[in-house]
């Protein structure tokens, strides 16, 4: 067998259109959706990550604001800003770029987002939401995860799903959306023993790990959706994912690469939260009383 591939970037573009086009009558009718997007310190790859988002939301006509802060910055001075822009009604979502430097408290920092602005989804409110079913942020890289199976007609109801790693900001939320979707599903973590044990039952497998290659072909059930979050470097600087691809793309079914897979769907997802959040509070102004 050799593996359909997932092309997030395909399906990326297809959402950003239609983020453009939303966030353009939203803006006609008086309100251009808005992303804050804070960047503390001159960490390299943080970089690289906001410039993307901030030109993400200038390619689908949202507005945007870049604040940079000096890693010196004080966490009451950082929180004080996060207070400004729950208050600016110019600005939708918000987004503090981690991570912080060790003398701030990135939780703290989290927390003190307006849960109506947390496009994230990392707050302990957006996170308690999904865990409950109730409306919320969803964390953009599940989110974008869930986007990627429904592109190719994969239901996960009834299926057995297998999430390898248990972070807040993918694994976790990655089970509880395929939970909610009605898989089965198996959260392994390092902790857990013989793995393939796991993996080679799946139907749907999540790799959320951060280990070059670390799921290999005899771990893969045949015909089965791989879905390879993992961002790594290999020897040559290359950049990679979780998965062995070479070997497992000729026993999935289908597989998403790296680059060009999940992570373009996560920038996409932060869009589309900006854009879901610009529309409820454009429906609270006008509807009040409406959820
Ligand atoms: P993380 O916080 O480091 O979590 C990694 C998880 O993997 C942990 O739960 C850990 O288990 C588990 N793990 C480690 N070694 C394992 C092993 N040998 N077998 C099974 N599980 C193992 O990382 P993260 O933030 O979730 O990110 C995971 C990867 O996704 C990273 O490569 C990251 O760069 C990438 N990522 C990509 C995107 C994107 O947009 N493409 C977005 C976010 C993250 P314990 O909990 O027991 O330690």
Redesign the pocket.
Known sequence: MTAQLIDGNALAASIRTDVARRAAALTARGHRPGLAVILVGEDPASQVYVRHKVKDCEESGLHSVLERQAASISEAALLARIEALNADPAIDGILVQLPLPPHIDAGKVIEAISPAKDVDGFSIVSAGALMIGRPGFRA??PY?CMKMLESIGCDPRGKHAVV????????KPMAMLLLQANATVTI?????PD?AHHTRQADIVV?????LS?LTADMVKPGAVVID????RDAQGKLC??VDFAGVSAVAGHLTP?PG???????AMLLVNTLEAAERRWRAVQEPGTP
């Open positions: 953009c890289t974008g390898i790693g248990r972070s807040n900001i993918v694994g392994c973590h390092s902790a857990t793995l790799a959320a790990v951060g280990k670390m979050v993992g961002m790594n994912g979780d790296v897979g999940v992570g373009p769907m996560t920038r």
